[in-house]
């Protein structure tokens, strides 16, 4: 089955630049999306698309693709943005169609 | 406002059963696609099952694929999952989760734009 794989953790000082990826082979090829999941909390879409943002999602907030590499980044990083961010394809062509990433906790300094 | 209630979360013991709902509010059920999506305590995500919008296509995870059955009445605006012979690795937070359904793309299914507030599932002896 496809297998998407996300760094565990990135650690960031609040008003800089956070870069979480997304590996999976060919995903250049698939619609990736993503979500936010504070403590607690429900997860929370904040791209699809690879890069749109659904309505109420900072433009701080973009996504970016390659032939094998998916990146979420957050610039001007918040204590609001520490969470787990997890990415997703769907996969037509594998026995499980939704596919989440591995999840990439963000800690903001 | 899109809004999606889980319930029917609790304490079981292995084999036994559960069932758990969702009730959905806000928008046109029966136009969406929807999915259970569970989380181990410290753990990821893992998608288990989806539904089309007319009930007629379903499809789970390997996982529970035998043992799960997930259900919809679209008059109710309530989404089912039957959880038979559980086990101590389905120890789980349970959302339901909608897919977009139709826009100017055509129908999109592939992602979950709302998802319930989650409920627990703890299966122990």
């Known amino acids: 089955s496809y297998v998407l794989t996300q760094s565990p953790s990135v650690s960031v000082a609040p008003g800089q630049t956070a870069s979480i990826t997304c590996g999976g082979a060919n995903i250049g090829t698939k619609g990736v999306h993503w979500y936010q999941q504070k403590p607690g909390q429900a997860p929370v879409l904040v791209l699809y698309?690879?890069?749109d943002r659904p309505s109420g999602i900072p433009e701080r907030i973009s996504g970016s693709k390659s032939d094998n590499m998916a990146t979420l980044t957050i610039r001007r990083v918040e204590g609001g943005d520490e969470a787990d961010y997890y990415c997703?394809?769907?996969?037509?062509?594998?026995?499980?169609?939704?596919?989440f990433g591995t999840g990439t906790k963000v800690t903001v300094l | 406002q899109v809004h999606l209630v889980e319930s029917g979360g609790g304490l079981v013991k292995p084999g036994e059963s559960l069932r758990l709902s969702c009730a959905a509010s806000?928008?046109?059920?029966?136009?969406?696609?929807m999915s259970w999506i569970r989380q181990a305590p410290g753990k990821g995500l893992e998608w288990i099952s989806f539904?089309?919008?007319?009930?007629?296509?379903?499809d789970y995870a390997d996982s529970v694929k035998g043992r799960f059955t997930i259900s919809r009445d679209n008059a109710r605006m309530t989404l089912h999952l039957q959880m038979n012979n559980l086990r101590v690795e389905d120890t789980a937070f349970y959302y339901c989760?909608?897919?977009?359904?139709?826009?100017?793309?055509?129908?999109?299914?592939?992602?979950?734009?709302?998802w319930g507030q989650g409920t627990l599932v703890t299966v122990s002896s």
């Open positions: 539904i089309s919008s007319s009930g007629s296509v379903d």
């Open positions: 806000g928008f046109t059920f029966s136009k969406h696609y």
């Open positions: 989760a909608r897919a977009p359904g139709r826009t100017t793309s055509g129908l999109v299914v592939d992602y979950f734009d709302y």
């Open positions: 997703q394809v769907w996969d037509r062509s594998s026995d499980h169609p939704y596919v």
């Open positions: 698309d690879d890069s």
